[in-house]
Nanobody, 124 residues
Framework: VQLQASGGGLVQAGGSLRLSCAASGRTFSTYVMGWFRQAPGKEREFVATISKSGGTTYYVDSVKGRFTISRDNAKNTVYLQMNNLKPEDTAVYYC??????????????????WGQGTLVTVSS
């Protein structure tokens, strides 16, 4: 599967952005999807994951209550709605796909496919 992330940009603190990740192929619903991010000078970190049906989600503590992951299997797209953005959310955001049997995954090593990344910059 090929993944194309979009929706990044420059936003002021407190603002919102919605990231999208469009997947190619007909088997999108068989993949657990995740969002990860990498800030300058830092390691990549898990942000959010969603199960194949969309019924189960999980978030890193720092974004709980502010970010929402969702998916539309008919459109082969996963979204990350980001509200109340903070300067520490500044990073390149990556979507990823995992064909494993689990409901969701927080570990980057379990994801086989990655998008190219989209830059989110939050100014203070």
């Amino acid at each position: 599967v090929q993944l194309q992330a979009s929706g990044g940009g420059l936003v002021q603190a407190g603002g919102s952005l919605r990231l999208s990740c469009a997947a190619s192929g007909r088997t999108f619903s068989t993949y657990v999807m995740g969002w990860f991010r990498q800030a300058p000078g830092k390691e990549r970190e898990f942000v959010a994951t969603i199960s194949k049906s969309g019924g189960t989600t999980y978030y890193v503590d720092s974004v709980k209550g502010r970010f929402t992951i969702s998916r539309d299997n008919a459109k082969n797209t996963v979204y990350l709605q980001m509200n109340n953005l903070k300067p520490e959310d500044t990073a390149v955001y990556y979507c990823a796909a995992d064909s494993g049997a689990g409901y969701y995954s927080m570990h980057g090593r379990e994801y086989e496919y990655w998008g190219q990344g989209t830059l989110v910059t939050v100014s203070s």
